[in-house]
């Protein structure tokens, strides 16, 4: 069964640096999306993008995130200078056509921030 | 703002129950509503999608209900078996395409 694939599943980086998270969306997919969940908190929607922009971001998306689809296949969220509140588990995610199709989560990659 | 709260917080029943999960949502204006399944440390696993205009899914063993007037959900898992230990979470999509998850409830059936 297709999924969406993540890289790297844990990254620890200094407080300050750049993290690039990968994902490899479904292939036939159109819309793509960031989560974040805290540690026993709820998983947090962050930003979706579709027809290579972005099409909805929330308040925690700020001038330090941005998302990029530098091909065909993969789909990128920066954090441009980390903070200790970044450490979560991060989702990507991809649906079909529109956003009432199921949306697909992959494994999540854990960042954390030292 | 839409805001989903489920309960319980945590549910420990012997293998071979029948049991319920519930979730609720503040806003009726909704595009479906989906239930999904993380084990711990690891990723999302949709269940069941129940678009707006539905009352009911099922798949297998699970049976997912939505009444969107009352603002609620049940996921109805039958004949529990231990591999259904996980946290189980409860998420509406909105007109703002935006996905808005309950805090889960974590499952643990007892063998």
């Known amino acids: 069964e297709p999924e969406v694939t993540q890289t790297p599943s844990h990254q620890v980086t200094q407080m300050g640096q750049e993290v690039i998270l990968r994902c490899v969306p479904i292939s036939n997919h159109l819309y793509f999306y960031w989560y974040r969940q805290i540690l026993g908190q709820k998983v947090e929607f962050l930003v979706s993008f579709y027809n290579n922009e972005i099409s909805e971001k929330s308040e925690i998306f700020d001038d330090q995130f941005s998302v990029e689809r530098p091909d065909g296949s993969n789909f990128t969220l920066k954090i441009r200078s980390t903070k200790l509140e970044d450490s979560a588990m991060y989702f990507c995610?991809?649906?079909?056509?529109?956003?009432?199709?199921?949306?697909?989560f992959g494994e999540g990659s854990w960042l954390t921030v030292v | 703002k839409q805001e989903v709260t489920q309960i319980p917080a945590a549910l420990s029943v012997p293998e071979g129950e029948n049991l319920v999960l519930n979730c609720s949502f503040t806003d009726s204006a909704i595009y479906n509503l989906q239930w999904f399944r993380q084990d711990p440390g690891k990723g999302l696993t949709s269940l069941l999608l129940i678009q707006s205009s539905q009352r009911e899914q099922t798949s297998g063993r699970l049976n997912a209900s939505l009444d969107k007037s009352s603002g609620r959900s049940t996921l109805y898992i039958a004949a529990s078996q231990p591999g259904d230990s996980a946290t189980y979470l409860c998420a509406v999509l909105s007109p703002n395409e935006k996905l808005t998850f309950g805090t889960g409830t974590r499952l643990t059936i007892i063998p």
């Open positions: 995610a991809s649906t079909l056509i529109d956003q009432r199709n199921t949306i697909y």
